[in-house]
């Protein structure tokens, strides 16, 4: 689950399941990332989500290294499914 960030908590909040992702990958100024030497800077930080029966969802973030851990987490997670 995850939200738009506002000063009163999440709002616009959607929902998927690991299950249902194929991929997923860091997108740093629209461009896929190597997640082990990501750059330094960058205005667009999105994690992508490729799902399997549904349009990508791109969630947000402010930071690179702290988008770079939660996408390792992620597909780390994601291979129980695999």
Same mark, same amino acid.
């Given at each position: 689950t995850w939200g738009? $960030?506002?000063?009163s908590g999440p709002v616009?909040?959607?929902? +998927?399941?690991l299950k249902d992702v194929q991929s997923l990958r860091?997108?740093?100024n629209d461009s896929a990332v190597?997640?082990?030497? $990501?750059p330094n800077s960058g205005s667009a930080i999105v994690?992508? +989500?490729l799902l399997k029966d549904a349009e990508a969802v791109q969630v947000p973030f402010t930071e690179i290294p702290?988008?770079?851990?939660?996408?390792q987490h992620l597909q780390q997670e994601l291979q129980r499914f695999l």
């Open positions: 738009k $960030p506002t000063r616009n909040l959607q929902t +998927f399941s860091l997108l740093v190597d997640l082990e030497n $990501p994690l992508e +989500f702290l988008a770079t851990k939660w996408c």
